[in-house]
């Protein structure tokens, strides 16, 4: 899909297969519906009298062929009230557009969506996104193409965007919308095909495409020398090696201390001897969506030549029970020195990230955030709209959130202390990997928050939104990007 920007442009003259038009409830016009309506002698007008679309939000029509107008199509999206319209509210819009287009045989369009909106930025994103997202598929496994897939899939290869934002925000976008791509493909291969070793390939790929970017890679003998007990703790169990993937991005002048990313990357969690039940077990070939995030955040700040440096760490291990796997009751010592008794090797995550936390030190980092698909209990928290977010910085914390409002990707500030802390005591070493009673995101962020007290953190818990359903959603790519994005100015 390709994307253009232009400042303006007559409605009525576009000659494109559909051009898309914001109406606001109760029928009233935006400024490219009025220009439509006086050019079509009141079709529109007339239109709306019939009563059956009044504007409300995310709400669809398509009418063809109106009198001296060029396009064969208008497509009228309702956008609610309109004092009310915003970026949230215009992704929406731009979801529904999406959905509404993949029923037609439209190749290029033009989009008025924005034009009531301040942040044109957003509405350059948010469509790049929202219209990339909906003509994304995963059929890699498919023998041949579904036809029902076949039929609702979309068209269209051109896409103009009438807008005030300069242009460089539409390649920021573009690069956005990639990292999201790639983002989701990664999380939705299959554990089979996306193994530790799979992710050591992309990275591989994310260096040799971009000249800023560099890679090391540690296999688990070089992690056994610098005493990484926990991260092989996990990683001992599976046939397939564990790796620590490093990607390094040097947008910026040597001095200048990096910002790290840190992703869970747990190809599969079966959740070892401590073993998941069946239902649903399919969905931990997801595990890895914190690495997926992290690679796709790569790849956006690449293409978008992004002035900072950036060290990207992806903790990548598979958890399997078999006779090398770690038993409940295990005690393993940490890169950092803490003992940490493995009370449940289904809390694994905490196990690989506290070693690539700990390592991560040695780059100096300005700051470091770290994603993980890492409790079930942040779903019970926040569902499946907002990701958990655990800090020990007040000013991090709150430039990540406004980051995630900015791009429609939030996240929501739990809270964090020494009584949580307390809960994850051992009788036997210094931490727990689990603790006793409620909280459990909070605890996990706790747990972390001990490997991390050197230099400011955040750790973003993606359990409920790095995938819906059955498909990887490419979260938090944006927010990510939108922060790094914001802290680049
Ligand atoms: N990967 C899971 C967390 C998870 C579960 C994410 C379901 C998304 C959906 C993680 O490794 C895990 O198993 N966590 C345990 C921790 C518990 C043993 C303290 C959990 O949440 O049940
Ligand atoms: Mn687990
Ligand atoms: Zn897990």
């Not at 009563?51 to 396009?71: C, M, P, R, W």
């Not at 208008?74 to 929406?92: A, H, N, P, T, Y």
């Not at 029923?103 to 989009?111: A, F, G, L, N, R």
Request: charged residues 20%.
């Amino acid at each position: 899909m390709n994307f253009l920007t232009k400042e303006t442009a007559n409605p009525s003259q576009e000659c494109v297969d559909c051009i898309i038009i914001p109406v606001y409830e109760n029928g009233v016009f935006s400024v490219s519906a009025k220009q439509i309506d006086d050019k079509s002698s009141q079709e529109l007008t007339n239109f709306l009298k019939i009563g059956d679309f009044t504007g409300k939000l995310a709400t669809i029509e398509v009418l063809y062929n109106l009198s001296n107008i060029v396009a064969k199509r208008v497509m009228l999206v309702g956008c609610g009230k309109q004092d009310d319209f915003d970026i949230e509210r215009f992704q929406r819009c731009m979801t529904a557009v999406g959905k509404a287009l993949k029923d037609t045989t439209v190749v290029q369009v033009t989009s008025w969506l924005g034009e009531a909106l301040d942040d044109q930025i957003g509405v350059v994103r948010e469509t790049v996104l929202g219209l990339s997202g909906s003509a994304y598929s995963f059929e890699y496994y498919k023998s041949k193409k579904d036809n029902d897939a076949a039929e609702s899939s979309v068209s269209v290869e051109q896409v103009t965007i009438v807008t005030a934002a300069n242009d460089a925000y539409l390649s920021q976008s573009v690069g956005v919308a990639e990292g999201v791509e790639l983002a989701k493909n990664l999380a939705n291969h299959p554990a089979n095909v996306c193994t530790p070793a799979y992710l050591v390939d992309v990275a591989e790929d994310l260096s040799n495409s971009f000249d800023a970017v560099s890679l090391e890679v540690l296999e688990e003998a070089e992690m056994e020398e610098l005493g990484m007990g926990a991260f092989i703790s996990v990683s001992k169990g599976s046939k397939l090696g564990g790796k620590l993937i490093v990607l390094q991005y040097n947008g910026a002048d040597k001095e200048t201390p990096a910002v790290a990313l840190v992703g869970k990357g747990i190809t599969f969690d079966t959740g070892g001897i401590s073993l998941k039940p069946g239902a649903k077990m399919d969905e931990m070939k997801f595990d890895m969506g914190g690495a997926a995030s992290v690679l796709g955040t790569v790849r956006a700040v690449a293409s978008m030549h992004l002035p900072i440096n950036l060290v990207a760490v992806v903790a990548a291990a598979e958890n399997m029970p078999s006779g090398h796997a770690s038993k409940p009751g295990d005690i393993v010592t940490s890169m950092s020195g803490k003992t940490i008794e493995v009370l449940n090797t289904d809390a694994e995550g905490r196990l690989v990230l506290c070693d690539a936390l700990t390592y991560v030190a040695k780059y100096n980092p300005a700051v470091v955030i770290d994603i993980a698909t890492l409790t079930g209990a942040c779903i019970v928290a926040l569902g499946h709209h907002i990701s958990g977010l655990v800090s020990n910085d007040d000013s991090l914390a709150a430039d990540i959130m406004q980051a995630g409002d900015m791009c429609c990707d939030e996240a929501w500030r739990l809270p964090m202390n020494a009584k949580y802390t307390k809960q994850l005591k051992s009788e036997f070493a210094d931490l727990g990997n689990i603790a006793a009673g409620g909280g459990g995101t909070i605890t996990a962020g706790c747990f972390l928050s001990e490997f991390t007290k050197d230099y400011t953190w955040a750790h973003l818990d993606i359990a409920g939104t790095a995938w819906k359903g059955k498909a990887a959603t490419g979260r938090p790519v944006p927010l990510l990007t939108q922060y790094l994005i914001n802290y680049s100015c």
